[in-house]
């Protein structure tokens, strides 16, 4: 398996565009988790879904995020309108639970300024 | 609320040495602890996974071990190389509502000098 995908690596945007965050998680894992990686607050928790739907939203910011899942093997993150306070790096990982085993394996992140 | 720290945030040692990396975490009701590693503009590398029944856990010169009602972890690295230079985080996975979610610690920045 080539491990979770995320699109794009970069993105550069101006405040107040849409952006959109892509995700490709593991094949057979069944929860999906988005977090956000900034230097004044570290690894946050956005969304995670299980089995395609979400399940616990508390750690996102505000109305401007949103989280979608449309089927198992692939979900995405938008932000509209962007705000330079978004800037930061996005990651999503994703894990199967077997008994208390829940393993996360984390893609390698998309890197978003927003000018 | 679950919080966790690491400490030191930062290390510099020289290439050889052995070194413990130190976690700590407020609640002690939690399903198990992870051990990451991350390098400079990349995502995270998952190193070492401790359940709440195990006391340890080993991969090759890592060795984590889990303390629960203490509430303290460690990360020891035997015979650290340059390679081994990268920011290290622990993260614990808690029960009750919050119980699939990850609380990451801050992360400690290793340097291994040649």
């Known amino acids: 398996d080539a491990g979770v995908i995320q699109s794009p690596r970069h993105e550069v945007t101006e405040m107040g565009q849409e952006v959109t965050l892509r995700c490709k998680p593991i094949s057979g894992h069944d929860y999906l988790f988005w977090y956000r990686q900034t230097m004044m607050r570290g690894l946050e928790l956005l969304i995670y879904?299980?089995?395609?739907?979400?399940?616990?939203d508390s750690g996102m910011p505000e109305d401007r995020f949103s989280a979608k899942m449309p089927n198992a093997s692939f979900s995405t993150l938008k932000i509209q309108p962007s705000e330079p306070r978004d800037s930061a790096v996005y990651f999503c990982?994703?894990?199967?639970?077997?008994?208390?085993?829940?393993?996360?394996?984390f893609g390698p992140g998309t890197r978003l300024t927003v000018l | 609320k679950q919080e966790v720290t690491q400490i030191p945030a930062a290390l510099s040692v020289p290439e050889g040495e052995n070194l413990v990396l130190n976690c700590s975490f407020t609640?002690?009701?939690?399903?198990?602890l992870q051990w990451f590693r991350q390098d400079p503009g990349k995502g995270l590398t998952s190193l070492l996974l401790?359940?709440?029944?195990?006391r340890e856990q080993t991969s090759g010169r890592l060795n984590a071990s889990l303390d629960k009602s203490s509430g303290r972890s460690t990360l020891y690295i035997a015979a650290s190389q340059p390679g081994d230079s990268a920011t290290y985080l622990c993260a614990v996975k808690g029960k009750g509502d919050s119980s699939y979610k990850l609380i990451f610690g801050s992360g400690t920045r290793l340097l291994v000098r040649p």
């Open positions: 609640d002690s009701a939690i399903y198990n």
């Open positions: 990982a994703s894990s199967f639970m077997l008994g208390s085993y829940n393993e996360q394996f």
């Open positions: 879904f299980n089995n395609n739907v979400p399940i616990d």
């Open positions: 401790i359940q709440s029944s195990q």
